[in-house]
Nanobody
Framework: QVQLLQSGGGLVQAGGSLRLSCAAS????????MGWFRQAPGKERDFVAA????????DYADSVKGRFTISRDNAKNTVYLQMNSLKPEDTAVYYC?????????????????WGQGTQVTVSS
C-alpha cells in the first residue's frame, strides 16, 4: 500500500501560480501511474492531469491545458502539479492519486490510492 501526502495550495489572485506536491511513502512511486483531480463544492471529483510511470506521457483536462503541468521525480517519490494563469473557476480541493492500472489514467475509479486533498482558492 502507498500513502500519499499532499502539500502546497492556498489562496492566490487570478493570474497567479501555485505548485502542488504529492509525496509517496510505503511503496516506490515508479510502480504507479499518477494523477490529479479536483472537486469544487457540490460537484463531482473531476480529472485534471495524469502522468505515466516513467513520466514520458501526460494528459490534461481541456480546461487546464496550456496552464497546468504535471511532472514527477521518481527518485524523490514525488509528483507535482504546477498551476499557472489561475482562474477563479480553478477553485477546488485538489487530490493526487496513484493507480496500478494503465499508462496514463484519466478514469477516477481506476485509481487505488488518494491523497488527503488540499484547498486551492483563486480570488478574482
Amino acid at each position: 500500500q502507498v500513502q500519499l501526502l499532499q502539500s502546497g495550495g492556498g489562496l492566490v489572485q487570478a493570474g497567479g501560480s501555485l505548485r502542488l506536491s504529492c509525496a509517496a511513502s510505503g511503496r516506490t512511486l515508479s510502480n504507479y501511474a499518477m494523477g490529479w483531480f479536483r472537486q469544487a463544492p457540490g460537484k463531482e471529483r473531476d480529472f485534471v492531469a495524469a502522468i505515466s510511470r516513467g513520466g514520458g506521457s501526460t494528459d490534461y483536462a481541456d480546461s487546464v491545458k496550456g496552464r497546468f503541468t504535471i511532472s514527477r521525480d521518481n527518485a524523490k517519490n514525488t509528483v507535482y502539479l504546477q498551476m499557472n494563469s489561475l482562474k477563479p473557476e480553478d477553485t477546488a480541493v485538489y487530490y493526487c492519486a496513484a493507480s496500478l492500472r494503465g499508462v496514463v489514467v484519466t478514469v477516477r475509479d481506476w485509481y487505488n490510492y488518494w491523497g488527503q486533498g488540499t484547498q486551492v482558492t483563486v480570488s478574482s
